[in-house]
Nanobody, 115 residues
Framework: QVQLVESGGGLVQPGGSLRLSCAAS????????MSWYRQAPGKERESVAT???????GYAESVKGRFTISRDDAKNMVYLQMNNLKSEDTAVYYC?????????WGQGTQVTVSA
């Protein structure tokens, strides 16, 4: 079964850190551009970070310097290290795999930043 499964979300205080993981199964991530998206309540879904197989990573301006995306193709995993979290980072975070006209989405993991 082709799927992406996110984990690592939870409740964290402002200034804290979380590491999200995305496990791919049923396909290999190597040919895919891997990304993390998020959707906050009442807001549109937005791209947070992107990592191609080869080439530079990309980040939304709001997370630059705080978030780091990485991938381990041997383990078929993608990660998002989130540091210095802010209340505005509260959202459901989705792992996405994209190749040409094919896009796969995970089910999402909730991240809540609150004191």
């Amino acid at each position: 079964q082709v799927q992406l499964v996110e984990s690592g979300g939870g409740l964290v205080q402002p200034g804290g850190s979380l590491r999200l993981s995305c496990a791919a199964s049923g396909f290999h991530i190597t040919p895919y551009v891997m990304s993390w998206y998020r959707q906050a309540p009442g807001k549109e879904r937005e791209s947070v970070a992107t990592i191609p197989t080869i080439g530079p990573t990309g980040y939304a301006e709001s997370v630059k310097g705080r978030f780091t995306i990485s991938r381990d193709d041997a383990k078929n995993m993608v990660y998002l290290q989130m540091n210095n979290l802010k209340s505005e980072d509260t959202a459901v975070y989705y792992c996405v795999a994209a190749k040409f006209d094919k896009i796969l989405w995970g089910q999402g993991t909730q991240v809540t930043v609150s004191a």
